[in-house]
């Protein structure tokens, strides 16, 4: 397995985000970014660039937006090194507008997040990013749901409607095993050739990063994992394993375990995410984590029998 | 990927017994091997059979030990179905003469756990167990410390001098990823023919189940669980995800759910396992996980960038 071009994207903030309305106090994004640049990796993402008109600022926190100004005060100080910024736009939740040109950002990628269906908005946002000078992704969200038809059209779309980068497999639900997973890279390498695959796994099944390693091994390009997982529900690949497992000089994993130590384990204490059975069970059943999300915070929350049988039906 | 022959065994009882000395209550154990007859699974494994010489009984729980009247407590008015009961003497520390003949005893499977230089006296065992009438195996520990040359003259051993029926692959450290484990289920395959892999992963690199997967889609014939990963350090691949993965009618994932929500969850109080970072790192530099397990009953426990300085050299 050779990884002369493969790019590590941490996506703890963003990810994470879902998990505490992207509240995260500035001193942990910072530490995380510092980290980061640090440990060598390719890109770190610091939130998304969502629509105010859309998400309230008094519900959320910073890194829903990400104000040029607080990406600022993350950045300031901080020896970037290799590393590049991202921030990602929901196609149905962002507007093009909230987009400065890239000489006053210091953003250096825009991953725009879409379901098949809100393609259309997904293009919009993508040639906004890229005609303002930005390296630019569209991620295909809950792509377990997707026909292998459905999803030939939509990277013909995007091939011939944009100029981005990359192109993602995102496994919003955490339903893909290791087969789907070489399925999936080989149609869109069919698509995009060699360059431009990027996977995005989450770990209802404890598969995220097997699911990583073999999406590397049949020539993914880009590939994202969070810091000791964390991310919405049962959480990401782990980004320490994805380093570990490289073995390349490239990258060093004690600037993240330093950060993990730090700044993530503490969250412990207020956010529960990573590999627990109700998530297992929307995974399963290839279904949105927020029915488990919802029922674990509810009085019945350790009746992971009953949760089985509504969500099965049985 | 078919799986006609595939057998599943779940060891929650005797792989998590190395987390409480093998002290959990015979009520816990009557409802892990009720669940296990109504869920379907092959075969349930209820503890080691190993010798009371080097095992002091008031140090260990019953489970150490399995004595034939415990055994029977655990079965008495539970309808088996199609379950075979296990247990399991380790090659360096159990005797011969603690096997009954088999028409005496409620044991169908006596597996032998042994590293590569204790193969003769695994020998013994294994011989021992199926001249008194069991179905036998012989389980391979560490084996992410052998090399290919040395697992064949073992494999030529056990093929020449016994007559086991299954011989495993056990990843000990949790240090095998899925490429390391297609090899050597095709090494086994090379000597045993289609009948006759075994394999027993960790998770300490969250590759437990993946790592199972892959086995199983590469021919392995008899694969490892246990419910919610309960299992030495970070665990073992959860029985409940190999048998949503394998959508058999053969199986019921429910009576699994119903005694982890009221048995092995409630556990969790008291033993801790599961993916942590102290058995990643042992995982990744291919180290019993003692080392960890050590460390953190620690004060220092929470330094997870001490210990792996420590174990890295760095």
Same mark, same amino acid.
């Given at each position: 397995?050779?990884?002369?071009?493969?790019?590590?994207?941490?996506?703890?903030?963003?990810? !994470?985000?879902?998990?505490?309305?992207?509240?995260? =106090?500035?001193?942990?994004?910072? &530490? $995380?970014?510092?980290? &980061?640049?640090?440990?060598?990796?390719?890109?770190?993402?610091?939130?998304?660039?969502? %629509?105010?008109?859309?998400?309230?600022?008094?519900?959320?926190? =910073?890194?829903?937006?990400? /104000?040029?100004?607080?990406?600022?005060?993350?950045?300031?100080?901080?020896?970037?090194?290799?590393? +590049?910024?991202?921030?990602? +736009?929901?196609?149905?939740?962002?507007?093009?507008?909230?987009?400065?040109?890239?000489?006053?950002?210091?953003?250096?990628?825009?991953?725009?997040?879409?379901?098949?269906?809100?393609?259309?908005?997904? $293009?919009?946002?993508?040639?906004?990013?890229?005609?303002?000078?930005?390296?630019?992704?569209?991620?295909?969200?809950?792509?377990?749901?997707?026909?292998?038809?459905?999803?030939?059209?939509?990277?013909?779309?995007?091939?011939?409607?944009?100029?981005?980068?990359?192109?993602?497999?995102? /496994?919003?639900?955490? &339903?893909?095993?290791? /087969?789907? $997973?070489?399925?999936?890279?080989?149609?869109?390498?069919?698509?995009?050739?060699?360059?431009?695959?990027?996977?995005?796994?989450?770990?209802? *099944? *404890?598969?995220?990063?097997?699911?990583?390693?073999?999406?590397?091994?049949? !020539?993914?390009?880009?590939?994202?994992?969070?810091? /000791?997982?964390?991310?919405?529900?049962?959480?990401?690949?782990?980004?320490?394993?994805?380093?570990?497992?490289?073995? %390349?000089?490239?990258?060093?994993?004690?600037?993240?375990?330093?950060?993990? +130590?730090?700044?993530?384990? =503490?969250?412990?204490?207020?956010? +529960?995410?990573?590999?627990?059975?109700?998530?297992?069970?929307?995974?399963?059943?290839?279904?949105? =984590? !927020?029915?488990?999300?919802?029922?674990?915070? %509810?009085?019945?929350?350790?009746?992971? $029998?009953?949760?089985?049988?509504?969500?099965?039906?049985?």
């Amino acid at each position: 397995m050779t990884h002369t071009d493969l790019k590590i994207l941490d996506c703890t903030i963003r990810d !994470g985000g879902l998990m505490n309305n992207s509240y995260f =106090p500035i001193e942990t994004v910072r &530490a $995380v970014f510092n980290a &980061a640049c640090l440990a060598g990796l390719d890109f770190v993402e610091l939130g998304y660039r969502n %629509s105010k008109e859309m998400f309230s600022t008094s519900e959320f926190g =910073p890194w829903r937006f990400c /104000d040029e100004e607080d990406l600022r005060a993350v950045v300031e100080g901080i020896d970037r090194r290799n590393t +590049q910024i991202s921030i990602m +736009q929901d196609a149905h939740k962002s507007v093009p507008e909230d987009i400065l040109p890239e000489k006053d950002s210091v953003v250096d990628l825009i991953r725009i997040a879409a379901y098949c269906r809100d393609i259309e908005k997904a $293009v919009i946002l993508a040639n906004n990013a890229v005609d303002k000078g930005y390296m630019c992704s569209i991620n295909i969200m809950a792509i377990s749901h997707e026909s292998r038809k459905r999803l030939d059209e939509v990277l013909d779309i995007i091939k011939e409607q944009t100029r981005v980068k990359y192109v993602y497999i995102v /496994d919003s639900f955490g &339903a893909l095993n290791c /087969d789907d $997973v070489i399925g999936l890279v080989e149609q869109f390498k069919d698509h995009l050739g060699d360059n431009g695959t990027g996977i995005h796994f989450h770990n209802n *099944q *404890q598969l995220a990063f097997a699911n990583n390693w073999i999406g590397m091994k049949y !020539g993914a390009e880009i590939v994202d994992g969070t810091l /000791d997982g964390l991310g919405r529900a049962a959480g990401n690949c782990p980004t320490e394993l994805l380093l570990s497992s490289l073995r %390349s000089e490239k990258y060093d994993i004690l600037p993240l375990l330093e950060v993990i +130590q730090k700044e993530i384990i =503490p969250l412990k204490k207020k956010i +529960q995410w990573g590999y627990h059975i109700p998530y297992m069970i929307t995974g399963i059943f290839n279904l949105h =984590p !927020g029915a488990a999300m919802k029922w674990l915070t %509810s009085n019945e929350k350790d009746d992971i $029998v009953k949760f089985y049988k509504e969500i099965s039906g049985k």
